[in-house]
């Protein structure tokens, strides 16, 4: 397990703990059939970028959308002139032109039907319940200890 958690660190960390990783959750159906929504896409920032690349980017600033991120197939263009971007089911290019600094890092590992099960564990409901278990689990594994004792000293006293 901690060899596990050792290659994840290196590997896989996300970008906001100093990783190369990105994680990025499909919210539509533009990738179908190659990435369907809801799948976990694990993007990894790399030297270059090339035609036929499925890369994340991010809508450029100055354009309303701008800081959403996009998962699309590069179909032409250049990290200085922007990339020319399309979803694998769309017949039309995208509107914005990301440059080299707009991409996040090409899609290396696609885990599909992910997000569901992560909407999910992060609801309300389902932390609240762990939260519960948690707790009482610690309460209980004060208690029982004690309640051991007191039944092992009362063992003794009736034996002696």
Known sequence: MLALLGGWFVALRPVVLGGPASYVLVGGQSMEPTIHQGSLVVAMAADRYQRGDV????????????GRQVIHRIVGGSVESGFVMQGDGTTWTDIWHPAGGDVIGKAMVVIPSLADAIVLLRSPIVVASIMAALAAYAVLSLVAPRAQREEAQGTARLAS
């Open 55 to 66: 890369v994340v980017y991010r809508v450029p600033d100055g354009d309303p959308a701008a």
